[in-house]
Every structure is written in C-alpha cells, then in structure tokens.
C-alpha cells in the first residue's frame, strides 16, 4: 500500500506543478482560467474562487487548466485565443519550465541530504589499483591523462574513458604527485577503488542539482538519439505500468530516493512535453512559432486533425510500450 501511495504522490506532484506552471502564467497574462483541477474524471470537491473553480477529481491520473478560448475560438477578450502570441507561448512553456525546476529542487534537496560528492578521495578500497599506487584518503585529484578535474563526475569519465592504464594525479599536502594504474572492470564499469568525499554545502548542493537535471535531460535526448536510429528498441522503454512500478520501488527505499525518483520523472517529463509532437506543448509551441513568424494562425479544424494524429501516435506508442515491454517484463520476472 505504502509503495502505491509513493507512486500516486510522486506521480501527482510532478502533474500538479507541471498544470500550475500553465495556471500561473495564464493568470500572469490575464487570461480567464475556467478551471484548474487535480485529478481527472468525476468531481469529489469543487470551490470557486472569482472566476475560476478549483477541483479534485476521483482519478488521480492527471490534472488540467481549462483556459477559455483554448479548445474553440472565443470573442471574450481574455480568451487564450485573443490574447498575443507571445502570452500564449509563455503560458505553454510554463509547465515545462516548472518541472525542470521542481528536478532542480527534488536533486537539490538529494545532494543537501546526502551530501555532495566531491573530487577528493574518501575511502581507498584495500587491495584495488588505487591502494596499490598508494593513493590516500584526502588526496584530490586534480587530473587524470593531463584532463583537469574538478568534480567526481570527472573522475568517473576520466577513468571510463582510459583505454588502458590511467595517469591520475592527485593534490596532497599541497604539491601535486602522479601515479600509473590500470583500472579493473566490475559490472560494465572501469574502477580503480575509491569512494568520493562528500560534503554538505549549500551552494554546492544547488550546483548539484542543477548539473543533475541537465545530466538527466542529456540522457533522455541521447536515449531518443539511439531510438530513432534503430540502436534501442521501443521495447526497452518504460510504460506507464512500468513508471508506476519503478516509482513505487524507489520510494519503499525511503525519502531520499522519493526525491531522486522525483526528480528523475520531473526531468524526463519536460523534456517529452517540449518535444515538437502534436498534442504536446512543444508541438503547441510549434503552431505558435509559426503564427509569430507568419502572422498567420492554422486552420482550428487542421490544428484538430493533426493534434488527433499525434495523441493517436502517442497512445499507440504507450500501447506497445506497455504491452511488449512493462508487462513482458512483470511476467518473465
């Protein structure tokens, strides 16, 4: 129960922030917000406040901003479709720049917890490559084959990137000294023995969270890069079963990893909502580029037909994602 509950908030809160992103910068823009729900399907409370009723819904599987003149023309003055354009761009990029800062936050808070990694060696493994080149704990490394470091991020990609044996040189007691070693393979990972020192910092957590978000979006970009050319297949993708799964199984490990997996969703989010697919605010974004260059709008009835291909595309694409993938994956264990 504890681990559906995880999965609803987590799923929820990134929702939710993503609807108020829009809901703001409408009211930012003075457009009239008929209604700002939580949830989907049949109502469980309604309020109204001013013009706009707030709501929850029995599912909690989404939520929404009804903006007037956002589905059909409207001639009130506040309408979305007669306010500028610029407005209307502002309001659709607005949910994904609230889930790009609630990554930020959710990796922030990670890194304040549990401490930011650093580049300055915590703990030598006995017996590994590192100890035998007789490297210490408080040593930092400030290169690795001559490539300044500066983070432990940079001492993972110096390491995995080494062909063969690695120069690593490290700061200590303030002269700097450089040792040869060859790093060992261990689950796929080239490794030479040590543990970062981690410290707590607040500006440094800031920094963390920020350089894990766009880690995070590279990553995403780069998945997509490998499927269109044929390198990944579909059926490696995580549906919304799979989602659901995985978020449940993250945040039975504790707050901490709500957060990380928090974060993750949050991130992986914006970058699909901006991408330029009908249906999607990126695609949304498109139509309003070309209106903004052309001075012309699309047709109401082709901006229908070809948000329909897309969300027909993207149900199909869940459909065989969850199918072939999240459920063959449940099944064979």
Do not use: C
Request: glycine fraction near 10%; avoid cysteine; aromatic fraction near 8%.
């Amino acid at each position: 129960m504890s681990t559906l509950i995880g999965s609803i908030i987590v799923f929820m809160l990134v929702i939710t922030l993503h609807e108020m992103g829009h809901f703001f910068a409408a009211k930012k823009s003075g457009i009239k917000v008929n209604e700002f729900s939580i949830g989907m399907g049949p109502k469980l409370v309604q309020t109204r406040r001013g013009e706009t009723d707030y709501s929850i819904r029995a599912l909690p599987i989404g939520g929404y901003v009804a903006m007037e003149g956002e589905e059909e023309n409207s001639y009130d003055p506040r309408a979305f479709n007669n306010v500028s354009v610029y407005k209307r761009m502002a309001v659709v990029v607005a949910g994904v720049v609230m889930n790009f800062l609630l990554a930020v936050l959710a990796f922030t808070l990670v890194a304040a917890l549990l401490g930011v990694q650093t580049n300055t060696i915590g703990e030598v493994i006995a017996n590994s490559p590192a100890d035998e080149a007789h490297l210490q704990p408080g040593d930092t490394i400030v290169a690795i084959n001559s490539t300044a470091i500066t983070d432990w991020e940079g001492v993972l990609k110096g390491i995995s990137q080494s062909g063969g044996s690695v120069d690593v040189t490290v700061q200590r007691d303030g002269a700097n000294t450089t040792v040869r070693l060859t790093p060992l393979e261990e689950s796929g990972r080239r490794v030479i023995g040590i543990y970062a020192k981690e410290e707590r910092n607040g500006i440094r957590a800031i920094e963390s969270g920020f350089s894990q978000t766009f880690f995070v979006i590279k990553e995403v970009f780069t998945t997509l890069g490998t499927l269109i050319t044929g390198k990944t297949d579909v059926k490696m993708l995580a549906g919304p079963v799979g989602v659901i799964s995985i978020i449940g199984q993250e945040t039975a490990k504790g707050f901490v990893y709500l957060l990380n997996i928090l974060g993750l969703i949050s991130a992986n989010l914006a970058v699909i909502n901006i991408l330029p697919i009908p249906a999607l605010d990126g695609g949304k974004l498109v139509f309003l580029i070309w209106e903004a260059l052309t001075g012309k709008t699309l047709s109401e009835v082709w901006e229908q037909r070809i948000t329909l291909v897309g969300m027909s595309l993207l149900f199909g694409l869940m459909l065989y994602v969850t199918v072939f993938g999240d459920l063959t994956r449940l099944l064979n264990g």
